[in-house]
């Protein structure tokens, strides 16, 4: 696992994203080829529910987001603290 692998994970997990850096990282996937990772919905469910929908609809705009869909529940349930 290279050095900028491990800092983004680690920057995932420190704290709940909003939609801005959440998109910004999703631009670095893309651009390097990667796909989503396997906690992204851990992620998402961190951030507060508009800035959810508005990061599920960019990575679904920007395709990297094409599994099954998310339900209206996950779409507006209250965020959801980081384990600790």
């Known amino acids: 696992m290279g050095i900028g692998a491990i800092m983004l994970a680690a920057s995932l997990a420190a704290a709940p994203a909003g939609f801005e850096e ?3 990282d999703a631009n670095g996937w ?3 080829g990667q796909g ?3 906690d992204y919905r851990v992620t998402l469910m961190q951030m507060d529910s ?3 929908i508005s990061a599920i609809a960019y990575l679904r705009r920007i ?3 094409n599994d ?3 339900t209206l529940d996950d779409l507006l ?3 959801k603290e980081p384990a600790r």
């Open 30 to 32: 893309l651009l390097s």
């Open 68 to 70: 099954t869909p998310w």
């Open 77 to 79: 349930r209250p965020a």
């Open 22 to 24: 959440f998109a910004a």
């Open 63 to 65: 395709g990297l987001l």
């Open 50 to 52: 508009a800035d959810r």
């Open 36 to 38: 989503l990772p396997r």
